[in-house]
């Protein structure tokens, strides 16, 4: 069957250091998106991509980058993490507009 | 811009009674509507969405949602919820011909035995 899937799930880090998130997809999706969800916030987009070297800022991109070099995976990098970086970190893929979008079962990021 | 505003951030209900989740939203242009949940330590899934047509649409377990263009409300409805139903549920909408979803902040449901 296929998934999307995060790792790690849990991590912590001290603040400063560069972490990087991993999402995999086997769905065969163009669009690939990472979220952070906080309380009050509900979700919000960082960045996504709809193809291979294609990548796009969303709502709350500052600190965060991502890559695409094929179509499963879009790595999130937090260049210099910052305790209001403190969140859970959901990626999801998806066909297109029309489609729904599948998310992973997340993965919960402490900075201290 | 678009917006999502979901104004109970929870909402405790008594098993087999019946559950409104309230969902407005606010754009100048078409969009497409979409209700998630997330239970809990889990991704979030699709439980319906509106694209076009028929204004009452319906998902899974049993939840219904019904657009209201005039009130740019897309409120969620069960009618006898059960125990499994406790969740958070979210809304979200995207623009047409757009890929991306904005959600609202999420409404915690608990069904109380």
């Known amino acids: ?112 | 811009a678009q917006s999502v505003t979901q104004l109970d951030s929870q909402v405790p209900v008594f098993e087999e009674a019946p559950v409104e989740l309230r969902c407005n939203y606010s754009s100048s242009v078409s969009v497409y509507l979409f209700w998630y949940v997330q239970y809990p330590n889990q991704g979030l899934q699709l439980l319906l969405k509106y694209l076009s047509g028929s204004t009452l649409v319906k998902g899974i377990n049993g939840f219904e949602a019904e657009f209201n263009k005039s009130q740019t409300s897309f409120h969620l409805r069960k009618p006898s919820v059960h125990i499994s139903d406790t969740a958070e549920y979210f809304c979200a909408v995207s623009l047409t011909g757009a890929n991306n979803l904005f959600f609202g902040t999420g409404t915690r449901l608990t069904v109380i035995p």
């Open chain 1, 1 to 112: 069957d296929a998934e999307i899937t995060q790792s790690p799930r849990h991590k912590i880090t001290e603040t400063g250091r560069q972490v990087t998130l991993a999402c995999h997809q086997t769905w065969n999706h163009n669009n690939m998106f990472w979220y952070r969800q906080d309380l009050g916030h509900g979700l919000r987009l960082i960045h996504y991509s709809y193809g291979v070297q294609d990548t796009n800022k969303g709502e709350v991109s500052d600190g965060y980058s991502v890559s695409r070099s094929n179509t499963e995976d879009l790595p999130l990098t937090l260049e210099s993490a910052a305790s209001s970086q403190t969140s859970v970190y959901f990626c999801a893929s998806s066909e297109g507009t029309l489609y729904e979008q599948y998310f992973g079962p997340g993965t919960r990021l402490t900075v201290t």
